[in-house]
């Protein structure tokens, strides 16, 4: 009997699994969006939206696989983690204005600076922690060509643009309870944690991002760890 580990990672004991149906998904393009304070005061880079590629991948999993895990929340919208607060760190009313202040300001610099991520494989981690700092085993699958080039549809992308409009200023006042919630610290992205994910690893970091941490570490010192560029990716979605 197959378990999900041996669907998803490649072996001679399957045909592929998940590989198969990643290597028949067209190679695609993420376009920046801004930076993001996320639930639990996560810094995130985020995009406009998943091209239609990703997205039928993502149901063909849940359609093929049923015993996959529920998507999460957090992948339904692309982005990539950069940093989180520290263990014992709460942010403040005044820190998360700092925040908005702070993404506003860089996030022109970020869109002038940095061109689409371009997608033209995917990889399967098994992980050991949930940063992916540390990791098990990884199978990089190449997508198919030609590429689509297409940006995400206007219906995924305005479903993006709601969450993201959550972090307006004028919108701060309610947005303030899931900033400030406990979890997502250090300790839970470092500390030991076993599972599998299907994710695009960043090849090149946006020299926004280096920039924005500067900013964020000057204004809030002592306040966030910082994930490895090596470690930097987005999470297409979680198997197990």
């Avoid at 993006?160 to 006042?173: A, G, M, P, Q």
């Avoid at 839970?188 to 280096?210: C, D, E, N, Q």
Wanted: charged letters at 25%; hydrophobic letters at 40%; glycine letters at 4%.
């Amino acid at each position: 009997m197959q378990t999900m580990i041996d669907l998803a990672m490649p072996s001679i004991h399957t045909s592929g699994g998940l590989a198969c149906m990643i290597g028949s998904t067209l190679a695609c393009r993420f376009e920046v969006a801004e930076f993001f304070v996320s639930w639990q005061g996560v810094l995130t880079l985020a995009f406009t939206g998943f091209p239609d590629a990703l997205l039928e991948l993502k149901t063909q999993v849940e359609e093929f696989y049923p015993g996959v895990m529920k998507e999460f929340p957090g992948s339904k919208w692309p982005k990539v983690s950069i940093g989180c607060l520290r263990d014992n760190k709460r942010l403040s009313r005044l820190d998360l204005e700092r925040l908005r202040d702070i993404c506003s300001e860089e996030n022109s610099y970020l869109i002038s600076t940095t061109p689409p991520v371009e997608v033209d494989k995917l990889s399967i981690v098994l992980f050991s922690n949930c940063c992916l700092e540390q990791t098990l085993m990884t199978t990089d699958v190449t997508l198919a060509l030609p590429a689509d080039l297409r940006p995400p549809n206007s219906e995924h992308r305005a479903s993006v643009r709601s969450v993201l409009d959550e972090f307006r200023r004028e919108n701060l006042d309610n947005y303030y309870f899931n900033a400030s919630k406990d979890g997502n610290r250090s300790a839970h992205y470092r500390g030991f944690k076993a599972g599998v994910t299907l994710v695009h690893f960043l090849t090149s970091i946006p020299r926004a991002i280096a920039r924005f941490r500067e900013r964020v570490e000057r204004e809030l010192p002592n306040m966030y760890d910082w994930f490895a560029d090596r470690a930097l990716h987005i999470t297409v979605r979680a198997i197990l």
